[in-house]
């Protein structure tokens, strides 16, 4: 059945298709009017949590650097402790070696001068009985260059020879 009676060719179209093209037409609409909304809602609502996701990993990131800044602060602090620890030890490392290093000085400035003080009483004492006994030896060797027996004198000198 034809809408308008004339022919028109495919401008003249049946009630049937008609009807079903209003159908098809009133199920886009509906589409249109009710669904799109809701999933255009759905898509903000995503959109909205993916942002709010990416706000929350630059709050998470901005919060890791700071945490990363507090921590490479703490570290140098850290290796400026230990330098500092080191270099007081290394002082005190020299302050011990340069006091035993004193330390031992005086010990061999004392056993210096104990053994001077020794030896010059041992050539003080040999001195003396070299002195005691010059006269003897020298009475034995002039009487073996003489050929006779030269009795010493049994006196002492007590000073030397001027």
């Known amino acids: 059945m034809d809408l308008i009676p004339y022919p028109v060719g495919p401008l003249n179209p049946k009630v049937q298709d008609l009807l079903v093209a209003l159908a098809l037409f009133a199920a886009v609409f509906l589409f249109f009017v009710r669904v799109l909304p809701r999933m255009q809602r759905v898509l903000d609502a995503r959109d909205e949590a993916i942002r709010g996701a990416a706000e929350h990993a630059e709050a998470v990131r901005a919060r890791a650097e700071e945490k990363r800044a507090e921590a490479v602060a703490v570290l140098a602090d850290a290796r400026h402790d230990a330098a500092r620890i080191r270099q007081q030890a290394f002082e005190e490392g020299a302050a011990v070696i340069a006091a035993a290093r004193a330390e031992g000085q005086d010990e061999r400035d004392a056993i210096l001068a104990e053994g001077r003080a020794?030896?010059?009483a041992e050539c003080a004492a040999a001195e003396t009985e070299l002195r005691m006994s010059?006269?003897?030896?020298?009475?034995?060797?002039?009487?073996?260059?003489?050929?006779?027996?030269i009795s010493a004198p049994m006196e002492p000198r007590s000073g030397r020879a001027q």
């Open 118 to 120: 020794r030896i010059e």
């Open 134 to 149: 010059v006269s003897e030896l020298a009475s034995n060797l002039a009487s073996r260059v003489v050929g006779e027996r």
